[in-house]
Structure formats: C-alpha cells, structure tokens
C-alpha cells in the first residue's frame, strides 16, 4: 500500500419520517439524450429539456472531437471560481457595496502564492535508517512515524509551522509491516500492514493534542475506511457491510448497513465520496484525491453493489439516503461530486458519459457519447460546478488522447492531450498527466487552452489556484528532489531549489509547507505564503 504521503492510502484500505428510500423499478429508468435523438424519449414532454430540467438548445452534445490547438474562445460570460469572484466584484462596484463587506465579496478564494523555499527544521527519528518512514499534515499539525527495533510505530507530533515537537509516542502493539498514517479532524489515525486481504490488521486512532489512544479496532488487510468530520465509515468486506465509527471513541455512530447483494449471493461493492467544491480546492495526493475530503458538504457516500444499484448514503446519520438500479458495474469509472454523479456506461459499442442527480430518484442523462467505438475511456473526474471531464483515447493510438469537458446545459468541449493517462481538477483548471515515455504534466484552463504545457514531472493540487510541481517521480530512495510553485494565473512556474536527501513517497503538503522523510530524519520546507 502506498504511503500517507505522495499518494492516498488505500485504508483496504434521508427519507423523511417514517418513509421508506425510494427506489425505482427494476431495470431502471431511460435515459434522456440531450440531442433528442429518434427512439429515445425525452421527458418531459415537449422542447428537449437539459439535464436538471432547464430547456436547452443548439447543436447535440455529441460529435467528432475538434483536432489540433483549440481557438481562442468567443466573448461571452464566464465560469468557474476565479470567473464568479471577478463577477461578483463588477456587481459589488454597481450596487456600492461598500468597504470591508466589498472587499470580502471580491476575494479571489485561491489567491496566487508567494513561491520560496525554506528548510524549516529536522525533526529526530532513531539511530538507524528506518526501512519504513511515514508522514502526514493537516493544517497546522504534522506528523511522522517510523518502526522501531520491537517492532511498534513510532508517532512523532510537531507544529507544522515551525517543526516544533508536541508529542512523541508508540503504538499499543508491533506489527511486522505498516501501511501508514492518515491526518484526521483532530486526530491521526495509524494503519498496521497485513499479507493477505483476509490478515487482521490493527487501526489506532490517536488524539492530535496529546497522543493518547482514543480507540483501536482489528479490521483486516481488505478493508477500507473513509474518514469523515466525526465519523469514520469501515467498509467491512468480510461481513460486507458499512461501518459507522464515532471519532472520538470509535463506539458505533449508527447501525451497520448491509451490502446490496445480487440473487447468487454476491454482496461485493465500491465505495466513494461525494466531494464538495472546498475538498476539490484543497491539497492533494498525486494522483488528485483531496488530502482533507471532510471539507465542505462531503457527508455523504456513493455505494456501488455487485447487482449494479447505486445507493446514496448519509455517512454522519447512517441511513441510505436514495437507490438507483441498473447504473454501474463496481469497476466503472464513477464520479461524484455535489448533487451530480457521472457514470461511464462503456456495456455498449459505443460508451456513453452519463449524469445523474443525487436529489432525486430518475433518468439520467447523457452528456456524451463516443463517435465510434474505437474510442475508450481512461479516466474520470468532476472538474468543476456542474461539469466532468473525460479522458478519451482511440484503441492504440495513446498520442491521439483528448479531454472531453462537458457541463450540465450539454456543452462539450475537447481538447488535445497526447500520452494522458491521469486528469486532476484544481479548481475549474484541469491537470492532465502522461507516465510514459516520461512523467509531464499539462494545465489546462477551463477553455483548453495550456497553461503549463507538457512540463516534465509531476505536478499536483495545492488549492484550486496553485500547484507544486516535482521534476520528477516521487519515487521510495532518498534523492536531492527540483521542486517548483505556479499560480494557475502565472505565465511560468517559479523554480524553488531542491529539497535534500529526500524520500519522495513519503513527502506530505499543505498550501504552505511540506514533510519529507530522509535518511535518518525527517525534515520541514517551508515553500509559500499566502
């Protein structure tokens, strides 16, 4: 399992009173086509209305990509977060809103950083080089951890800020592997290995003030845990259920729900969260997961069964919230972001990007369809309010790759990116990422124009107006590691210098510092100001 730094652990890591969820017929509903297309109903009746409702015209959603570098886009109003608080500003100004009130209105939520690097502090470990190192931060809490001679985890707590020491403990018992360290809301949580999926494991949980032991529970290598503000949910694959766990003494948070199962028997299913706009404009792992998912309106889960339903589920109270049936197999790509959740259907010749609302039971709606069936699905991410973005790439042919961004009123609009294999949000800006022949990494805009064009390396999401950007892979051996810093806004990244001696894998970051495991120590760059 990777560790609690470049990239996420895999921690394997409401109907109203007295109603029952609604559900809808076995088989599902028909989806609605955005372009009306014969044979398909469109509901409800009358002019073809857009996906949650609105009437929409123009051409069809789908049709052939546009090729090459795409032209400058028409005049015409703008979107996303830096769009709206440029908006809100000229509406400020008219109605003479006035002095701080204006000002707070205006505020550019992601404002571009002030890029420089500093060595912080080096924060001790043990006498001999640790064969595992782990760290994790969350806001102003960091956190490292690494095995001792018996076998146990040493957790060291320090300032974020400063690197300053606040605790330093060990876990209840040994392990002979660890998986990691995850920062949780006032709390870190620490994850003993295991060989096989069906291995116990140990979870501990400890409080981020003192170190002391809160709880711990014996889960097994296969399961998986989604930490919420107060609660975390163990999608417990031996007895294939959900999980509540009260934070703050892992006592059940609600009654355990079950898995949907399929007439054999087969109750396997795939579990993810419904993000918010603040978790996706927040740090993240290198492959785009939110390091602080909690963020927002992020209480709430997507549950794929092995029958193919899809079951909204509130994580805080415990209940099944909403059921769609016939929607995916547990291995589709799935996104869920908001009220709005997108689904690749690929069960046909030709794949389809489907929307569904998560507030109410109904057809979804399809916001693309391949123009052959040569063209498969890669991957996919809600990249921004009310929009997916879609890698698509011709069988073969990876050079051909392209970004399809669609929004909800079903507009399309593609873009080329050659070898991509990986699509990260920040905010309405789009991160696109090849790993071969070598690691680089395009921004683009949300018109699909480059910002930041095949730039080796890796880059990944400070918030949803800043990157930090790796020279290269953030690999296990220690390596003397370029870093560079770029506001979304920025012409050119702002190189930084290199960070020393460093383990890539283990390294962690806020908006302001990163903690990296060396040698024989952990040390503490501080890279921006706000």
Same mark, same amino acid.
């Given at each position: 399992?990777?560790?609690? /730094?470049?990239? +996420?652990?895999? %921690?394997? =890591? @409401? #109907? !109203? ?7 809808? *017929? &076995? $088989? /599902?509903?028909? +989806?609605?086509? %955005?372009? =009306? @297309? #014969? !044979? ?7 002019? *073809? &209305? $857009? ?480």
């Amino acid at each position: 399992m990777p560790t609690a /730094g470049g990239v +996420p652990p895999t %921690l394997p =890591g @409401a #109907p !109203g009173p007295g109603g029952a969820s609604p559900t809808v *017929p &076995a $088989g /599902g509903l028909p +989806p609605t086509r %955005l372009d =009306g @297309a #014969p !044979g398909v109903p469109l509901s409800p009746a009358g002019p *073809p &209305a $857009g996906p949650w409702g609105q009437p929409i015209s123009g051409p069809p959603v789908s049709g052939p990509p546009v090729s090459g570098t795409p032209a400058p886009p028409p005049a015409g109003p703008l979107r996303g977060g830096r769009a709206l608080w440029i908006t809100v500003a000229a509406v400020a100004a008219l109605l003479g809103v006035g002095g701080g009130a204006a000002l707070w209105l205006t505020r550019d939520p992601y404002p571009a950083l002030e890029f420089d690097l500093d060595e912080v502090k080096r924060i001790r470990a043990g006498d001999e080089r640790p064969t595992e190192a782990f760290t994790a931060v969350l806001g102003d809490a960091g956190y490292v951890a690494y095995p001792l001679p018996d076998d146990r985890l040493e957790i060291v707590a320090v300032d974020a800020n400063t690197g300053a020491q606040r605790w330093r403990k060990q876990t209840a018992q040994p392990a002979e592997q660890w998986d990691g360290i995850v920062a949780v809301p006032g709390a870190v949580a620490v994850f003993a290995g295991a060989i096989g999926s069906d291995t116990p494991r140990e979870l501990e949980l400890r409080d981020a003030g003192s170190g002391e032991l809160r709880w711990r529970r014996t889960i097994t290598g296969d399961d998986k845990v989604i930490f919420g503000r107060d609660v975390a949910v163990l999608v417990e694959r031996a007895g294939d259920r959900l999980v509540g766990l009260r934070l703050r003494d892992g006592e059940p948070a609600w009654k355990p729900i079950d898995n949907p199962r399929t007439e054999s028997g087969d109750a396997r299913s795939t579990v993810l969260r419904v993000g918010s706009e603040e978790s996706a404009g927040g740090p993240a792992y290198t492959d785009g997961t939110p390091r602080d998912p909690w963020r927002g309106e992020a209480d709430r889960l997507v549950q794929l069964g092995a029958d193919r339903s899809a079951r909204l589920i509130d994580m805080t109270g415990g209940s099944v919230v909403r059921t769609w049936r016939s929607v995916a197999d547990r291995d589709d790509l799935v996104a869920a972001r908001d009220d709005r959740m997108y689904v690749v259907d690929d069960s046909g010749g030709q794949y389809r990007l489907l929307a569904y609302d998560l507030t109410r039971v109904g057809e979804p709606v399809i916001l693309h369809t391949a123009p052959d069936d040569r063209r498969r699905p890669e991957a996919l991410v809600a990249c921004g309010e009310d929009r997916a973005c879609l890698l698509e790439v011709p069988s073969g042919e990876a050079d051909r790759a392209e970004v399809v961004a669609v929004t909800g009123d079903g507009k399309a609009k593609h873009w080329t990116a050659p070898g991509a294999k990986e699509l990260v949000p920040v905010g309405e800006h789009l991160l696109a990422r090849r790993t071969y022949p070598e690691p680089a990494s395009t921004l683009f805009d949300p018109e699909g124009r480059a910002v930041l064009a095949d730039r080796p390396g890796v880059a990944v999401r400070l918030d949803g107006g800043n990157l930090l950007v790796f020279a290269d892979p953030l690999g296990g051996g220690e390596a003397d590691r370029s870093v560079a810093g770029m506001a979304v806004d920025s012409q050119k990244p702002d190189e930084l210098g290199e960070l020393l001696d460093v383990r890539g894998e283990s390294c962690s970051w806020n908006t302001s510092v990163i903690l990296c495991a060396a040698e024989k120590d952990f040390v503490l760059y501080r890279f921006a100001r706000s």
